[in-house]
């Protein structure tokens, strides 16, 4: 009789071992995992905040490069961001990994990640 319920005792632990695994699996991701969620979100993690003022660092060192590529501001806008001669990790969202927006007509760099539409 006392085996038996030893033995249940057991079989409950490894139930609870094993719903605890899967929470973990389901849930980790959201706090720990980089990049975007399915819909194209940034997840909410301190190491995307942390991505984010990246982000707003490439998109203000682009724009400085092309003011200064254009100190009378009448020369012709680059044709495209490869021009600036920046790092390749500049021209890049940190987070989505998608290459900016650049208009070469209006001068207009934007980060086509969401939730970055403003930087
Ligand atoms: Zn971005």
């Avoid at 020369?75 to 021209?91: F, Y």
Wanted: with cysteine; hydrophobic share 40%; aromatic share 6%.
């Amino acid at each position: 009789m006392k085996r038996a319920h030893e033995a249940w005792s057991l079989i409950e632990i490894l139930v609870v071992l094993a719903l605890l695994l899967i929470l973990a699996i389901w849930l980790l991701p959201q706090y720990t995992g980089r990049g975007t969620d399915p819909s194209g979100q940034p997840r909410k993690t301190p190491e995307n905040a942390a991505l984010a003022v990246q982000c707003r660092n490439n998109l203000q060192q682009i724009r400085l490069s092309l003011r200064m590529a254009r100190p009378t501001g009448e020369e012709p806008l680059p044709a495209s961001l490869q021009d600036l001669r920046l790092p390749q990790e500049v021209l890049y969202c940190p987070v989505s990994k998608q290459l900016y927006w650049y208009d070469p007509h209006t001068g207009r760099v934007q980060c086509p990640t969401r939730s970055h539409e403003g930087f």
